[in-house]
């Protein structure tokens, strides 16, 4: 995450000295700036939301947690005290805009957004339904929703001397898993935008990273059993790791989406596809 602007310049010579044979002097100096911050993270209340919310919780930040199951969310805070929720619907743009302003009321020094929250539904294109509602509930939640809560709460992190949005995308917006067709496509679709919002922002103190997750066990789909997923413990102590190199790179990848997310620069896209979708038939 990004360090307050007097500390950065200092930060960023000594990681361009750890290519220099004088490396091994200068790593061990590098602090971590994973504490101290005011952090939101959708999705917080289940998964790979909850895990890091917790980990966040631990390392000294103040953790607000949103989500649509009160009871989720009432578990993740009562086992994490000083943890804080709010409820937010992220399909409804008027929800979203009530609940921004209530986070600027009530968390003023908010610093760091995390847009977790998401929902991955299988999908028959040859038998839709007329109303389209799962792909259109999936587009609101995935890629609607993190576009309109990011719009409404820069203005609030723009106010912060450093800030922090973290979009979560998927391996699978770097190769479809054909029977998730709509899911791929906005976590495809938010890389692209991460993109985008890391350019507009560059000139602010705000940083933008992607973080994309490999297959983890979940309940997301199916997958919370599946023995193909990755563990949850497993995922979450990868990704704290990368978070703790200073500075963190844009995009986190753990070592088992690196076969997705790089499949077409390694020339291994069509193989990767094939392989992927006559793997996964299951709804995982
Ligand atoms: N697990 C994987 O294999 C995997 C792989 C790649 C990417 N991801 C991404 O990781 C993120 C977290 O997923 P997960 O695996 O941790 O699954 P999860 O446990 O199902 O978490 C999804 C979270 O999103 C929240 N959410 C869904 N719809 C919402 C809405 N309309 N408004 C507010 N919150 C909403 C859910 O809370 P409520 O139901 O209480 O609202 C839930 O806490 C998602 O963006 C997912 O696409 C997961």
Known sequence: MR???????????????????????????????????????????????????????????????????????????????????LALDIETPAAIRSFAAQVAAEFPSLNVLVNNAGIMRPEKLLAQPDGLADAEAIVATNLLGPIRLTAALLPLLQKQAAA?????????????????????????????????????????????????????????MSGANDPRAMPLDAYIAEVMGILKTQPTPPEICVENVKGLRFAAESGKYDATFQGLNAARTDGN
């Open 3 to 85: 360090l307050p602007w007097p500390v950065r310049p200092a930060l960023f010579f000594m990681h361009e000295m750890r290519a220099s044979p004088l490396s091994f002097v200068v790593e061990e100096f590098i602090p971590m700036n994973l504490t101290g911050n005011t952090i939101l993270i959708t999705g917080g209340g289940s998964g790979i939301g909850r895990r890091l919310a917790e980990e966040l919780h631990r390392l000294g930040n103040q953790v607000v947690i949103a989500g649509r199951r009160k009871q989720a969310l009432e578990d993740t805070t009562s086992a994490n005290p000083g943890m804080k929720s």
């Open 164 to 220: 922090t949005i973290i979009n979560v995308s998927s391996g699978l917006a770097f190769v479809p898993l054909a029977l998730t067709p709509t899911y791929c496509a906005t976590k495809a679709a938010i890389h692209s935008y991460t993109q985008s919002l890391r350019y507009h922002l560059k000139a602010t103190s705000i940083e933008v990273l992607e973080l994309i997750p490999p297959y983890v066990a979940t309940h997301l």
